[in-house]
């Protein structure tokens, strides 16, 4: 039987300087619901002293340490399947939750139906909006994932679904998490992983939220990434995206995404942007396990009739919005 309370689970990696800046507003934001709580810091293979600052400083807080680099949701999984409390919060170590937090997201799990739902991400030393609720966009058939909104006029008493939840400042039912088998290793070592969770639960009929009054505050890097860097993070941003329409589209759909596909390609061929070609070698390479990610989402819900498509689950969000002035950024 799962406990009532709230499990954090922070992945980590050379986060040192970070942490004293983030656990003491997560303490206050915990303590502020009168529940129990546990946070776990899974720490993928750091360099620097986290652990041992958090084992010297924080001695209640779970540290699961890893000694081999594997990336967000190998990490993240870690985590969640040594939780024990109803609800997940999934925290970036450079976030920062404000005190009513909790209080404000918790109630959306009075409804059944929920898997999760998120704040508003500011700047950390500003209130620049960097997140809001996810809008679902497409680019012909290709999905985009970049797409955010705010409400002009918002009311504490309404609810705005939005398409995906962010990694970095998601409650999240544990129960459903568990039943949808955590995050997809396969998009390791980052990128898109949270989108095609939070996919996975609207295609079985859960509902994912934005709460524009929950605020946290996220620093943004201030690290110079080299050339190689930069394209290395783009070449793993494409192939993710890949990994996502192949698993979540099918029939009419996923042959115009194929010619999309195609087309894409030979545009780049003749920019000479070649690093989305090695995107694409990296995609086809991994077909089988892209197709075992696949039969592994389909032997989830053999037994329910009434899987969701990726256009019904666009169309729901963007009918519950034709009446609400939003920002679109």
């Known amino acids: 039987m ?16 970070l942490l004293p800046q983030i656990i003491p507003p997560l303490l206050i934001a915990l303590k502020n619901i009168s529940t ?37 949701a190998p990490t993240m999984n870690k985590g969640i399947y040594t939780s024990k409390y109803k609800y997940l919060l999934f925290l ?3 976030v920062k939750l404000s005190p009513d937090y909790f209080v404000l997201l918790l109630k959306y799990f009075d409804n059944p139906d929920t898997f999760g739902v998120m704040g508003r991400i500011i700047g950390w030393d500003d209130d620049n909006i960097q997140d809001g609720g996810k809008y679902p966009y497409f680019h012909g058939v290709k999905i985009k994932t970049s797409g955010n909104y705010v409400p002009m006029h918002p009311s504490r ?3 705005f679904y939005s398409m995906y939840l962010s990694g970095a400042n998601a409650l999240v039912s544990r129960e459903k998490v568990i039943q949808l088998n955590g995050f997809d ?17 609207w295609r079985l009929g859960w ?6 009054f929950a605020v946290c505050r996220h620093r943004t890097s201030t690290s110079i990434k080299t050339k190689n860097k930069k394209k290395y993070i783009e070449i793993i941003y494409n192939r993710n995206k890949m990994y996502l329409h192949a698993i979540h589209l099918s029939g009419g759909t996923k042959v115009l995404w ?33 197709a075992a990610s696949r039969n592994k989402f389909s032997a989830l819900f053999q037994n329910i009739h009434d899987i969701k498509s990726v256009k019904e689950v666009v169309k729901i969000i963007r ?7 939003i920002m679109k950024f």
Do not use: W
């Open 2 to 17: 799962i406990t009532h309370g709230i499990s954090v689970i922070i992945p980590n990696f050379n986060g040192r300087l």
């Open 36 to 72: 129990a709580y546990e946070i776990i810091v899974a720490d993928d293979c750091s360099t620097d002293d986290s652990v041992q600052y958090l084992r010297q400083h924080y001695k209640e807080i779970i540290v699961l340490q890893d000694q081999i680099n594997k990336g967000f």
């Open 92 to 94: 970036n170590s450079d």
């Open 157 to 159: 008493e309404e609810k």
């Open 185 to 201: 290793e396969i998009f390791a070592p980052y990128y898109v992983e949270d989108y095609e969770l939070s996919l996975r639960a």
């Open 207 to 212: 509902k994912c939220y934005y709460e524009h």
């Open 258 to 290: 194929y010619l999309q596909l195609m087309g894409e390609m030979l545009i780049r061929i003749f920019t000479f942007r070649f690093h989305y070609l090695k995107a694409v070698f990296l995609f086809l390479r991994n077909a089988k396990e892209v």
């Open 319 to 325: 009918s519950s919005l034709e009446k609400v002035q």
